[in-house]
Nanobody, 120 residues
Framework: QVQLVESGGGLVQPGGSLRLSCAAS????????MGWYRQAPGKQRELVAR???????NYADSVKDRFTISRDNAKNTVDLQMNSLKPEDTAVYYC??????????????WGQGTQVTVSS
């Protein structure tokens, strides 16, 4: 079993910053990619940022130059630093991890989600 636990959401004013963290635990052999997705009310879940074990990253155009994703491969954690937040960034943010467990089975797991609200 692989579990993802997220933290760091909350309410922030426009222009403010938040940092989201996600820790993966359980029967993990390797994680080749971790990422953050978000889903706003009435919209589909979308990729925010993703990082591979080789530190290759990709970002949604809407967050480039404002958000930074980073990971610690040894600790199986991924962080998302969000700066210059806008009201349109309001959503539930989900952590995702893809890899292989201790039995070499492929997994693709989601965290429970953390609410980010940007409002004055």
């Amino acid at each position: 079993q692989v579990q993802l636990v997220e933290s760091g959401g909350g309410l922030v004013q426009p222009g403010g910053s938040l940092r989201l963290s996600c820790a993966a635990s359980g029967s993990i052999f390797s994680i080749y990619a971790m990422g953050w997705y978000r889903q706003a009310p009435g919209k589909q879940r979308e990729l925010v940022a993703r990082i591979t074990s080789a530190d290759s990253t990709n970002y949604a155009d809407s967050v480039k130059d404002r958000f930074t994703i980073s990971r610690d491969n040894a600790k199986n954690t991924v962080d998302l630093q969000m700066n210059s937040l806008k009201p349109e960034d309001t959503a539930v943010y989900y952590c995702n991890a893809a890899g292989r467990d201790s039995r070499s089975r492929v997994f693709n797991h989601w965290g429970q989600g953390t609410q980010v609200t940007v409002s004055s």
